[in-house]
């Protein structure tokens, strides 16, 4: 699991601020740290609404990706679906449209990258004690590596 994290964080980009382990065992990448790999991947997102109600919101995410196309060049092809949802028992905050996006965000660039046994932060509830999963020796080894 620790050799994967440090592929994740070599390959992205991500500082020690975008990635932890939780204490229940499993790795959490950050908002920002969703976002770097999906710019670094050039990963694509739409959405769309699928519920929308006070107490229950759901959002489906579908993620593209750069293929070459032998007639049109470079073009954006479907690669994954999934969900976000917020409700209002698995949610605290009052803004569920906002975090069922966010969690659909974070599924389908971990789905996409394939990536197991990691979760995005908004899908968790978790103490603000965090420990990085990579420590100032492994990144040093990580920067050397580059």
């Given at each position: 699991?620790?050799?994967?994290?440090?592929?994740?964080?070599?390959?992205?980009?991500?500082?020690?601020?975008?990635?932890?382990?939780?204490?229940?065992?499993?790795?959490?990448?950050?908002?920002?740290?969703i976002?770097?790999?999906?710019?670094?991947?050039?990963?694509?997102?739409?959405?769309?609404?699928?519920?929308?109600?006070?107490?229950?919101?759901?959002?489906?995410?579908?993620?593209?990706?750069?293929?070459?196309?032998?007639?049109?060049?470079?073009?954006?092809?479907?690669?994954?679906?999934t969900?976000?949802?917020?409700?209002?028992?698995?949610?605290?905050?009052?803004?569920?449209?906002?975090?069922?996006?966010?969690?659909?965000?974070?599924?389908?660039?971990?789905?996409?990258?394939?990536?197991?046994?990691?979760l995005?932060?908004?899908?968790?509830?978790?103490?603000?004690?965090?420990?990085?999963?990579?420590?100032?020796?492994?990144?040093?080894?990580?920067k050397?590596?580059?």
């Amino acid at each position: 699991m620790k050799d994967l994290m440090n592929k994740i964080y070599k390959d992205n980009d991500l500082d020690k601020s975008d990635v932890y382990k939780d204490r229940r065992g499993f790795s959490i990448i950050t908002r920002s740290g969703i976002e770097k790999i999906q710019a670094k991947n050039e990963i694509s997102v739409s959405y769309e609404v699928i519920k929308a109600e006070l107490d229950n919101c759901i959002v489906k995410a579908t993620s593209f990706v750069k293929e070459d196309d032998e007639l049109n060049g470079e073009v954006y092809v479907p690669k994954m679906e999934t969900f976000g949802s917020a409700t209002k028992d698995n949610c605290r905050q009052p803004f569920r449209m906002e975090i069922a996006e966010k969690r659909a965000l974070a599924r389908v660039i971990i789905k996409t990258m394939n990536y197991t046994n990691v979760l995005g932060e908004d899908e968790i509830s978790y103490q603000k004690e965090k420990s990085s999963l990579v420590n100032d020796n492994d990144l040093d080894a990580i920067k050397n590596l580059k």
